[in-house]
């Protein structure tokens, strides 16, 4: 058996039915890894020694009697955008690239003191800005499925680990599709979750209005573990949401019959690669077995989603990436500096890649006097229709449908070309997190050997019901169960 | 409040404004760069022009209407962060200081 | 009259003293710190992933101050990220406040030029914001200290209501006393806790147009704000009696050479693209609160002022001295509560030789070697003409020594005043007779003399004579030297 493939439930019951220790898991994992990764290059950083330290831990601590939750002993690994104390984060950037934080995100302390281990760093697009991984400073990330075809981003090293079951599940994180989209690529499940629901403190900032951590896992049984220990309202984090989180896997089982499920017509317009359409709308007619009712809704203004996501992002991310100016960590391109402005000039310069240093031109561009009313201030009054356009849909129907990109992964290069192509793929996720609402994006089918992922939509803070919508449709599939080639 | 008239449709982000905006975020830039940028972000903005589209005089700005309000906390001291640790990242130190290079002018 | 007229705004930088940073647990206390960067952490050291949470205390002094200032308590308030590069400013913006502040529409009344009446001068707004680091030049690199990052900072804007030196001393004077009155800000402009910056501009005096407006810097005393505001005043006007044209530049003020001095290289505006900042949800305070902490204002300058001349016939100034301290106008009322002499009488002692000593001596008003009740009794002995002026100067003296009571030392250096006619004329009569030729010189009319004559016996008696029995005695005993 390998170890490293077994889901998060299932190694939990052998953790605790003591048939396999912590440390058994994680070095098999460590070692799938070594093995695997070269091809796939998931990983910015793999901490062996830490991990195995943890692994160690853990098993002590079962073993002492002492208090274990489901993520005892489990290993797992986190986009290279959240702080890990003493591990090396870079977000992909040759600016952070030697970066030890000397604290821990909130997200990780709950992970640490739940007992999980921690193995590793994923690699991402460059601060997120990418949705195909190929910003990464460092290196490509290839999707297990297809090695010369992206593993979607910005989170597309955690889908592609999480795919390869190179640890057993994965924190992601969501600005404007990050956790779905290459989850929907990679065949693994991901859920972006409300805004707030999950404390930021210690990720590393894209876009403060928007950005959401998630789990990525082989399901959403899986997710919903490991969302009971990351949620809840944090006191460094005042965007956290003080709302009570509800114990999620208390009625994941329950059958879902009678809710009312939305398919926004706005997103099934022409443009959706056919394999892609036809998974989907086998996916609703599988719902529609469950005993969900399908009905039609729109979203009037997801045209907008796009332009009001961007420029939002641009002016949030050219103020959130200010301090990397090479004076208190990070790189420091000092030589043949005069003066301070040369250091701040010469050390940006080298240190972001052209796409981190197109967004942050936009971003100063768009908030330049003169300009703020006409760019800024318009993308976040549509802004608000597009919150609007999900609470009306939501006063008729539970949840939305919809797919997670009108195509599956495409080749490496394909669209490095022209930015403005590569803004386009986002479409579809693109409009959840300015509202703030969560989704859950669940493997839903195949097109041209490459998966279909599919998002289910729901309001504000409606995790629970995502997740057992999610976990009952994978009750009745088996594509979540499905692995790439190269890991059978 | 009222919107500024929003600019044209054809607006051109040229190298000068490159330069311009690289500057403001302290990005250093070569000619060369800023004439390969020039069209990407006129591209780019020219695309989300799309917006003007939506009548907006009624609407309020999604900043302002979060449901979240007033969250502080008390005056109380906690522990700072160990001196060595923030020293360790930082790339050039004078005794227990960060040094920069040379500094002219307020702000 | 001039022909131009000064047009000035104040911008007053105040830190809020609270026990911890704006937005982290950090001790705010940066003086006290041991080392540079000792109070510190990945928030205000803008670390990566960090993240501002508002202290409250900080918001209620804030509220305490608008108040104070006759403001709008805006119910809903907004932080926004004011963004520019700068080593002092380690996340490349300062969390500040833009478009929704939270105090706005004020006013202050000061005296007016003729001392006379009042002028009022218009509070702009009041809005929270966050200190920046410490930053010190070496040559040809720079050192930075994080220990000042994030204190909690109130910064004050008049509108251009001052139109002389006077008033914008004024001004800031009030406004450091309302600060110091609700405890929220020691008003120690050497240690930097209160700082200005003046935007100056003149025009032709009794028209209404605003001209071009430079702005001077960090003004870190009432001495250089003074003199810098004068001097730019006068530079400006000269320009336009010349033919030439203000620019509008940022301005420091050179002590030293006593000129102010263009500092900024680009003489462009900074661009600084505000938004609203999305780490922090916007700030509700209700009517209800804003109540609540009305009535935990203490009686402000202003108030006290009119108290004062109301209650006590003080003149306007006369109250404006005494109310600049909230120190010195609760010690001023102890002193006349206990004392019998009439409170203008007690101020002019306050207001003179007491405040002399207190100031010579470098005191603070707080803990006294001369508590009100020892001054009081001072004050009563000379009114009681147990001891005449001159001695009780001296017995003041004494007290701010020994931190004895005026009747101690009274009675242990026999200093009781001799009012005793048939005693004083004896001397006066030595005097006279001691002295023909002064005597000759008086009724010669040279009037100069009686002073002399007075001190004589002012000698004779070793400073106890009352002076105005010696006086009455003198002129009566000349008199008779006239006659004969």
């Not at chain 1, 999950?198 to 969302?227: K, W």
Request: aromatic share 8%; with cysteine; glycine share 8%.
């Amino acid at each position: 058996m390998d170890l490293y493939s077994l889901t998060l439930r299932e190694a939990g019951e052998l953790l605790a039915k003591k048939q396999v220790s912590s440390l058994e898991l994680t070095s098999a994992t460590l070692e799938h890894i070594h093995r695997t990764d070269a091809s796939i290059r998931a990983f910015v950083t793999v901490s062996d020694e830490t991990a195995l330290a943890q692994a160690r831990q853990a098993d002590e601590r079962r073993r002492r009697g002492e208090m274990v939750t489901p993520l005892t002993g489990i290993p797992f690994a986190v986009k290279d955008c959240i702080s890990t104390k003493g591990v090396r984060t870079t977000c992909s950037s040759r600016i952070l690239e030697n970066y030890l934080p000397p604290y821990n995100a909130t997200v990780i302390a709950r992970l640490a003191e739940a007992g999980a281990v921690l193995i590793g760093k994923h690699n991402m697009d460059e601060f997120g800005m990418g949705s195909s991984c190929e910003n990464s400073a460092f290196f490509n990330t290839h999707n297990p499925w297809d090695l010369e075809r992206v593993p979607g981003g910005s989170s597309g090293g955690s889908a592609a680990a999480v795919a390869a079951r190179m640890g057993t599940f994965a924190l992601g994180e969501d600005t404007g599709g990050s956790i779905r989209m290459p989850a929907g690529f990679c065949n693994v499940t991901g859920l972006k979750t409300t805004y707030g629901r999950v404390s930021r403190y210690g990720l590393i900032a894209l876009v403060s209005s928007f950005d959401s951590i998630g789990p990525m896992a082989q399901d959403a049984y899986d997710c919903a573990s490991v969302l009971q220990v990351i949620a809840g309202k944090d006191p460094h984090d005042a965007t956290s949401l003080s709302a009570p989180v509800p114990d999620y896997l208390k009625d994941i089982t329950q059958p879902v019959k009678g809710f009312r499920v939305g398919i926004p017509k706005e997103y099934f317009q022409a443009g959706m690669e056919a394999g892609v359409e036809s998974s989907i709308r086998e996916a609703i007619r599988k719902l529609g077995e469950l005993g969900m009712e399908i009905q039609e809704v729109s979203l009037p203004h997801t045209k907008y989603g796009l332009p009001v996501y961007y420029l939002i992002l641009f002016a949030e991310a050219s103020a959130n990436l200010a301090r990397f100016d090479g004076t208190r960590f990070g790189l420091s391109v000092s030589e043949g500096a005069e003066n301070v402005i040369d250091l701040y000039l010469q050390t940006r310069r080298e240190g972001f890649g052209a796409e981190v240093r197109r967004r942050i031109m936009l971003g100063a561009y768009v908030l330049s006097a003169g300009y703020y009313d006409a760019y800024y201030l318009k993308a976040q009054k549509v802004r608000t229709l597009l919150r609007q356009d999900f609470e009306n849909a939501f006063e008729k129907v539970d949840v939305l449908v919809a797919p997670t990109c009108p195509t599956t992964a495409f080749k490496l290069g394909e669209k490095t070309a022209d930015p403005l192509a590569m803004y386009l793929s986002d479409i579809y996720v693109v409009a959840t997190n300015p509202a703030g609402v969560p989704a859950l994006s669940v493997p839903c089918g195949f097109s041209n050997g490459m998966p279909v992922g599919m998002q289910l939509i729901g309001k504000h803070l409606s995790e629970d019901l995502l997740l057992r919508l999610g976990h009952a449709y994978q009750s009745v599939t088996d594509w979540h169960k499905m692995r790439p080639g190269m890991i059978q | 409040m009222k919107t500024k008239e929003s600019p044209k449709n054809d607006f051109t982000i040229d190298t000068e404004m490159v330069k311009h905006v690289a500057y403001l975020v302290r990005l250093g830039i070569s000619e060369k760069e800023a004439q390969a940028f020039s069209p990407q972000l006129t591209e780019i903005i020219n695309y989300f022009h799309l917006l003007n589209e939506v009548d907006t005089e009624a609407v309020k700005p999604a900043s302002q209407i979060s449901a979240i309000r007033s969250v502080m906390r008390t005056d109380q001291v906690r522990p700072s962060m160990p001196r060595p640790d923030f020293l360790m990242n930082v790339p050039h130190t004078e005794g227990n200081n960060v040094q920069v290079p040379l500094v002219f002018d307020e702000e | 009259m001039s022909v131009y007229e000064p047009v000035i705004g104040l911008e007053i930088h105040a830190e809020l003293l609270t026990h911890s940073k704006m937005f982290c647990g950090c001790s705010a206390a940066y003086a006290q710190a041991p080392e540079p960067n000792t109070f510190i952490c990945p928030v205000c050291t803008a670390l990566p992933g960090a993240m501002p949470v508002v202290n409250e205390k900080a918001v209620e002094h804030a509220i305490l101050v608008g108040l104070a200032l006759n403001c709008t308590i805006n119910e809903m308030n907004q932080f926004a990220r004011k963004n520019y590069f700068y080593p002092d400013l380690p996340k490349g913006y300062q969390i500040s406040q833009y478009d929704l502040p939270l105090a706005s529409n004020g006013f202050l009344d000061i005296p007016d030029e003729s001392g006379g009446g009042v002028q009022r001068i218009r509070v702009r707004r009041a809005h929270l914001e966050e200190d920046t680091a410490k930053l010190s030049h070496e040559g040809d690199h720079a050192l930075v200290d994080y220990n000042r990052a994030g204190v909690p900072l109130l910064e004050i804007v008049s509108e251009p209501d001052m139109h002389s030196v006077e008033s914008v001393l004024a001004y800031a004077t009030r406004v450091r006393a309302i600060l110091r009155y609700l405890g929220v800000n020691s008003g120690d402009m050497e240690k930097g806790v209160l700082r200005f910056e003046a935007n100056v501009s003149v025009r032709p005096t009794g028209s209404s147009e605003l001209r071009t407006r430079t702005e001077i810097k960090n003004l870190n005393s009432f001495r250089a704000l003074t003199r810098a505001t004068a001097y730019e005043i006068q530079r400006q006007t000269q320009l336009y009696e010349n033919g030439g044209e203000v620019i509008q530049v940022t301005l420091g003020w050179d002590d030293l050479r006593g000129i102010t001095v263009s500092q900024r290289s680009k003489e462009e505006a900074h661009d600084y693209r505000y938004f609203p900042e999305p780490d922090l949800p916007p700030l509700e305070i209700s009517r209800t609160r804003v109540e609540e902490l009305r009535t935990r204002l203490p009686e402000l300058p202003e108030a006290k002022s009119l108290r004062f001349l109301q209650e006590f016939g003080l003149t306007v100034k006369e109250a404006a001295l005494l109310t600049s301290e909230k120190s010195l106008a609760d010690y001023f009322e102890r002193t006349v509560a206990l004392s019998k002499s009439p409170a203008k009488t007690i101020n002019n002692w306050i207001s003179g030789e007491f405040l002399r000593y207190v100031n010579d001596l470098g005191l603070d008003l707080d803990g006294l070697p001369v508590p009100p009740e020892n001054l009081a009794e001072l004050v009563d002995l000379a009114t009681g003409k147990v001891i005449n002026d001159n001695s009780a100067k001296a017995v003041l003296k004494e007290m701010f020594q020994t931190g004895q009571s005026p009747k101690q030392i009274v009675e242990a250096k026999n200093l009781a005043q001799v009012s005793d006619e048939g005693y004083l004329e004896g001397i006066v009569t030595r005097v006279l007779a001691d002295n023909p030729k002064e005597v000759a010189s008086y009724l010669a009319g040279k009037e100069t003399v009686f002073q002399w004559m007075m001190g004589q016996v002012a000698r004779l008696t070793k400073g106890k004579a009352d002076p105005q029995v010696t006086r009455q005695l003198l002129l009566q005993g000349l008199e008779k030297a006239r006659k004969s």
